[in-house]
């Protein structure tokens, strides 16, 4: 499919580059930024552009992969009638595309993306569309770019997995922030503690969380948790952190 990219950040560049890589055509992109609409379009061996009036009208596809904030400043501006236009936020009504096209939806990636990465990770994509032709075509599209089912999901199902995701990966990696920043001021190597967070991981594919959990708090191990607790004098944002989880599993 031909391909017109909206968007210049994290999400734009992984989604462009899986799409590359799964045999589509960037047609052209899109971006405010104009300088890195330049080193995706570059990067892509396609052309780019930073004013609406200038997105061409012939592509199959066109993906809003914007902040949730700009996805309706930008839908204002376009017209991109019988085409289909999808974007690709979690917590924003597909009904914001309305005026752009008949055939408008959602094409959403549940994962962290930054266009830094030195890999394409794997995604799970979920769709929803204003009609089914439209929503045929954005299954055939996120199932190119995934070995995953493709789910349907509209706006109530994918703010709670938006939820979800936030306990699972942006809380967990505040915790690895902690963790790492406490390692370094006490000369540990916070590579140590990686084949530990591996094997947490690994056993997620077979083992529910919440048999899973160990540690002094679910032990109640009053002694272990006073000596970490005296450790982290020091570190009060760590053990305020310390306090509050290890109150909760306790409770738990």
């Avoid at 462009?16 to 330049?38: C, W």
Wanted: with cysteine.
């Amino acid at each position: 499919m031909n391909i017109v990219m909206i968007g210049s950040g994290n999400v734009a560049a992984v989604l462009g580059r899986k799409l590359l890589k799964a045999g589509h055509v960037i047609q052209q992109i899109y971006g405010r930024n104009a300088a890195a609409a330049s080193e995706l379009a570059y990067e892509w061996n396609t052309e780019s552009t930073n004013y609406t009036s200038l997105i061409v009208k012939t592509a199959d596809v066109y993906l809003v992969a914007v902040t949730d904030s700009a996805i309706a400043t930008i839908a204002a501006d376009l017209r991109l009638k019988g085409k289909i236009v999808a974007h690709t936020a979690a917590a924003v009504p597909m009904e914001v595309l309305k005026d752009v096209s008949v055939n408008y939806g959602v094409f959403y990636p549940l994962q962290s993306l930054r266009k830094q990465q030195d890999h394409l990770p794997e995604l799970t994509m979920y769709t929803e569309a204003s009609n089914a032709e439209t929503k045929k075509v954005l299954d055939q599209l996120a199932a190119s770019i995934t070995n995953n089912p493709v789910y349907p999901a509209d706006l109530d199902r994918r703010s709670r997995l938006h939820v979800a995701a936030v306990f699972a990966s942006n809380f967990t990696n505040y915790l690895f922030d902690l963790a790492e920043s406490f390692c370094k001021k006490e000369g540990i190597a916070f590579s140590e503690l990686l084949p530990l967070i591996r094997n947490t991981v690994e056993r997620l594919e077979q083992e529910s969380p919440s048999q899973m959990q160990t540690g002094p708090a679910a032990r109640k191990d009053l002694d272990t948790i006073h000596k970490h607790q005296e450790l982290l004098k020091e570190y009060p944002e760590h053990l305020m952190v310390y306090n509050f989880l290890t109150e909760a599993l306790m409770k738990h």
